[in-house]
């Protein structure tokens, strides 16, 4: 009954297993529902800024905005990685340091030197073990990111940009399509690429001035933009954890069916060895 009794622990192991991964796409569920929400409400203001800055920047203003400038050449630049503290979420973490991987390739084979960014534990993990030099690590953002967080990730890159020592800001994050579709994308924060069509300044009117808005925009539009990507971020993350741990789920159901299964097999065989043992006894004694 040896062999019986293995798969019985067995089978009370991957119960207890499947009971922590049912919990766990529980709670990645309920943490969706809340980082959608935040998504919803951040997309349109984050829209709204990202149009009004592109649509009434003009090279008029680089003097007065370094923000705005446009480089002739890129010779070197920074990647921000978005990446989660934590890990059970299937292929997140692993996409996302993939792009980055590609992106700092293209960028090498182009001449360009760059400075990597980091947000998150496991893409810090990462870099480290290969060595790879790492320019910041920022950790423990939470579920919950906030503007302010946003504002002092992405302070130290503007004004680095804006001192000329970076010629691109490129920030690779995780796109929120639905709970099913959370593809790696990179986006081209700075330099500041005008919409198709850009008109000049003079031919809106404005109050207060141009000089005004973009003072008081430009922060804005870095820290939103950056905002966005993190709460996309949070929300791809806890749907790429709820889609693990639900598989996690249905495959431990499946081992426990092929467990019963077996342990079914072992008991009955050793029901049917006890009641030949008992009938060749009696058997003996007539």
Do not use: W
């Amino acid at each position: 009954m040896a062999g019986a009794r293995d798969v019985k622990r067995r089978i009370k192991s991957v119960e207890n297993t499947r009971q922590i991964t049912r919990t766990m796409e529980l709670v990645a569920t309920s943490k969706l529902k809340k980082a959608t929400d935040r998504v919803r409400a951040a997309r349109p203001y984050g829209d709204s800024v990202v149009s009004i800055v592109e649509k009434i920047c003009s090279p008029d203003f680089v003097e007065k905005f370094p923000l705005l400038r446009k480089p002739t050449e890129c010779n070197k630049a920074a990647v921000l990685l978005l990446t989660a503290d934590r890990g059970l979420a299937g292929g997140f973490n692993a996409n996302l340091i993939k792009e980055t991987n590609n992106l700092l390739a293209n960028l090498k084979e182009s001449g360009t030197d760059t400075n990597l960014h980091i947000v998150g534990k496991k893409g810090i993990a990462y870099f480290r073990f290969r060595d790879y030099p790492i320019a910041s690590e920022v950790v423990d953002v939470g579920d919950s990111p906030s503007a302010k967080t946003a504002g002092n990730i992405i302070a130290p890159l503007g004004e680095d940009f804006s001192s000329g020592e970076i010629d691109a800001v490129y920030v690779v994050s995780s796109e929120f399509r639905s709970a099913m579709s959370t593809p790696p994308t990179v986006l081209n924060l700075l330099p500041i690429e005008p919409t198709d069509g850009n008109h000049k300044s003079d031919e809106f009117i404005l109050t207060p001035t141009a000089e005004i808005i973009l003072q008081t925009l430009l922060p804005l539009y870095l820290r939103n933009t950056l905002y966005r990507a993190l709460v996309e971020n949070v929300a791809a993350e806890q749907g790429a954890r709820r889609t693990a741990m639900k598989n996690a789920t249905d495959n431990a159901g499946d081992v426990l069916e092929h467990l019963t299964r077996t342990y079914n097999r072992a008991r009955q065989g050793q029901i049917t060895q006890e009641i030949a043992e008992i009938v060749g006894g009696a058997a003996a004694l007539e």
